[in-house]
């Protein structure tokens, strides 16, 4: 078998092993020794991460973009990026899929804050629209180069539509596990397993929904813009309240998503539940 037909043969897990790598590979550089201590229980690595949080989310972002970049490449060459970026330039698509990719998630994060503040006005969002568009449109648009535009696609050649999302949504989710305990063990604390538990259901459920949209669209662009209303709304409409009341409006949120996505489903029943032809791919 030539270094070729190994690639393409497992060319998911060398997807998921390179990005998993180059992110968490990175933050252990950054942090030094001390980021081999992340389960150690001790929190003195809170303090690190937030020294070097911008380097952090590079190599975050870095692991999903280049693994997507070179295995696309190592398979497909030249042909294989342009239709790569060809999809991220597949805009012409009917508004209402902008509807839904925009302003879906952040109309039902609203909904549940609102309706919380009548209990208590703590849960009135806070508004931090510039650094919430910014961090949402940069995650969005690198990440989904690498979910969507590689992971996805490979995903859908081998199972339904459902079945790859609910299990790139869980990948997605631990992929975060490293840099996201660095960042919140200290206000989360007790509750932060519970936290990132309801992290892997809303994650799980903005998968579903990507899927839907971006097979009903082809457009690679869209699934950016849909993760990008997913993180940057939770930026800019979060309320600044305590872990324990963090914890009660985000289980709202992420298991109303996840009915949202379940009703998708059931209309779109067709779409998801049977194998999907992807004609931009160059392995059907």
């Keep these: 078998m030539s270094g070729k037909e190994f690639v393409r043969k497992h060319s998911l897990l060398l997807y998921f092993l390179l990005t998993y790598i180059i992110s968490w590979g990175g933050i252990i550089l950054i942090l030094g020794p001390a980021g081999f201590q992340i389960f150690s229980g001790e929190k003195i690595l809170t303090e690190g991460f937030s020294k070097q949080v911008l380097f952090i989310w590079l ?3 870095a692991g999903p973009t280049i693994s997507s970049f070179l295995l696309t490449w190592s398979l497909d060459g030249k042909e294989g990026l342009k ?3 060809a999809s991220i330039g597949n805009v012409k698509v009917g508004i209402k899929w902008y509807a839904a990719s925009l302003f879906l998630i952040p109309l039902v994060l609203l909904a ?6 009548f209990n208590s006005p703590r849960f009135l969002p806070n508004f931090s629209i510039i650094f919430g568009v910014a961090i949402g449109f940069m995650s969005g648009f690198f990440e989904e180069i690498g979910w969507t535009g590689f992971a996805l696609k490979k995903l859908q ?3 339904i539509p459902l079945v790859s999302g609910i299990s790139l949504g869980f990948i ?6 490293f840099a996201d305990y660095l960042g919140s063990i200290n206000f989360y604390n007790e509750t932060y397993f519970l936290h990132f538990g309801l992290w892997i259901v809303g994650l799980v459920a903005l998968r579903i929904l990507i899927v839907w949209i971006y097979n009903s669209t082809k457009s690679l662009f869209l699934a950016q813009l849909t993760h990008a209303s997913f993180t940057g709304s939770q930026i800019i409409f979060g309320p600044v309240v305590s872990g324990s009341e963090t914890i009660t409006y985000y289980s709202i949120f992420v298991f109303t998503l996840l009915i949202v996505s379940g009703a998708i489903v059931l209309k779109e029943k067709g779409m998801f539940m049977n194998k999907f032809v992807d004609k931009t791919s160059k392995d059907l």
């Design 59 to 61: 190599v975050m972002l």
């Design 172 to 177: 997605h989710t631990i992929w975060h596990l």
């Design 83 to 85: 239709r790569l970026i």
């Design 112 to 117: 549940i804050l609102f309706l919380l503040s």
């Design 157 to 159: 050649l081998k199972y």
